[in-house]
């Protein structure tokens, strides 16, 4: 399954949630894909999306916040799955969209972990899927609270698209507003 295809899944099941991205090729592909003020893309920062999402399910609670995570950005900061199943935040969808590589840095490869969903579940979360095509996406149908999402995706075989357009500062102040609209 390619990470445009896995990204549509996602936002079809949320259309009205709030999403913080991964820095690298995840957050250019949610841009190019669908480019929205409920989206916060974050630059440079690998580790932190699920950080953001936990702060973001806090303070949010009425909003499905949704981590679009990278199988690096997400062994990067693996500890903040103690945290996140701590609070339990009953409005936050966890994706990891695993290529098995590091591919925005030069497609070196990370450590193998093969069973992100094994290691969720044991952590906490309440509900935790593997998805390896397009329609596996539907297990997602019905579940309700804390979600975790390995979804395994193929290496980029086609030009990445155009870099975000917003400064950090700008990204800021438009997610604020969406954010505050709820």
Not at 133 to 151: I, M, N, P, R, Y
Not at 153 to 174: A, C, D, F, H, M
């Amino acid at each position: 399954m390619k990470m445009k295809d896995a990204m549509k899944a996602v936002l079809d099941r949320y259309p009205n949630a709030l999403y913080v991205s991964t820095c690298g090729y995840i957050s250019r592909e949610l841009f190019n894909l669908h480019d929205s003020e409920d989206h916060f893309y974050m630059l440079g920062s690998m580790g932190m999306a699920a950080p953001v999402g936990l702060g973001l399910a806090l303070t949010h609670p009425e909003r499905t916040i949704v981590v679009l995570d990278g199988d690096g950005s997400f062994m990067m900061n693996l500890g903040i799955i103690a945290m996140i199943t701590s609070e339990q935040p009953q409005n936050l969808v966890h994706v990891v969209l695993d290529n098995r590589l590091y591919e925005s840095t030069g497609g070196q490869k990370p450590v193998q972990f093969e069973n992100m969903v094994g290691v969720a579940v044991a952590a906490g979360y309440r509900h935790a899927v593997h998805v390896q095509e397009e329609a596996d996406f539907g297990k997602l149908d019905g579940l309700a609270g804390l979600t975790f999402v390995q979804a395994l995706i193929e290496p980029r075989t086609e030009p990445i698209g155009k870099r975000i357009k917003w400064t950090p500062q700008e990204l800021v102040e438009r997610f604020h507003t969406a954010a505050g609209r709820g």
